[in-house]
């Protein structure tokens, strides 16, 4: 079965982790949208598509 | 390192036998940005998941929340360090690649230029034995001497030469080396 990721709580080109969480999170997404820069919503959109059917 | 359950693992063990070239869902996707991405689905893991906690909390227990997202912090610290180090890979493959296609250009240019000047002295030889033929010869006018010469040589001697024009190129040449505009090429 297709693996969807959930992105309706978190965006993941723009959105804030978690208040409760925040500290721990908000490096890891600083450095990961750095290795997606320049890639679109629609591309990421795309990209965890693949994701997903790489990892199902 | 990531265990091979983890989605980190099983990530990586994918990079090491599918080639992402091949697939044309996002053409010149790199494993670094798919590692990356991974790392920000654990954080929205987490946001979903604390979303669904806060609905349900009762009572002071906050710390609950930080304890139980210490996975999802390891795997999404785990994702991104590989996204670091395959992005410094595929940096360095790019810049060799780019070295390649370099050297295969200069080389290319090289053997053009030899190419070229072995032409060129294929050319100044026949100019050479045509002068010298000209001269022992009672021809009315360049191209009769050209034409003369030309008949005594195999095709292989000026198959460097564009038919269409070997005619012209050799009686130009014999005109400016006899009147004196020429001096005969070494």
């Known amino acids: ?56 | 390192m990531p265990d091979d359950f983890s989605d980190v693992g099983n990530l990586r063990q994918c990079a090491e036998r599918i080639d992402l070239a091949e697939q044309p869902l996002l053409p010149g996707v790199q494993w670094s940005e798919l590692f990356a991405l991974l790392a920000l689905t654990k954080i929205a893991d987490v946001a979903w998941w604390v979303a669904h906690y806060k609905k349900r909390k009762k009572g002071d227990d906050d710390w609950i929340v930080p304890h139980t997202l210490g996975p999802f912090a390891t795997e999404a610290m785990d994702a991104v360090c590989m996204a670091e180090q395959l992005a410094k890979v595929e940096q360095l493959a790019g810049e060799i690649k780019a070295d390649v296609q370099s050297a295969e250009k200069a080389k290319r240019s090289l053997r053009n230029q030899n190419a070229a000047m072995l032409s060129h002295q294929k050319t100044h030889q026949l100019i050479r034995e045509l002068h010298a033929f000209y001269l022992a010869g009672d021809y009315d006018t360049y191209a009769a001497a050209v034409g003369a010469f030309l008949d005594t040589l195999p095709e292989v001697r000026v198959h460097h030469l564009a038919q269409t024009n070997r005619v012209r190129t050799l009686r130009e040449a014999l005109s400016a080396v006899h009147r004196g505009k020429r001096s005969l090429p070494e």
Request: charged residues 25%.
């Open chain 1, 1 to 56: 079965m297709l693996r969807v990721f959930d992105f309706q709580h978190f965006d993941p080109l723009t959105g804030d982790p978690p208040d409760h969480v925040q500290d721990q999170f908000q490096t890891i997404a600083q450095r990961a949208r750095h290795q997606l820069k320049g890639r679109s919503a629609e591309e990421v959109e795309r990209a965890a598509d693949l994701l997903s059917w790489l990892l199902t």
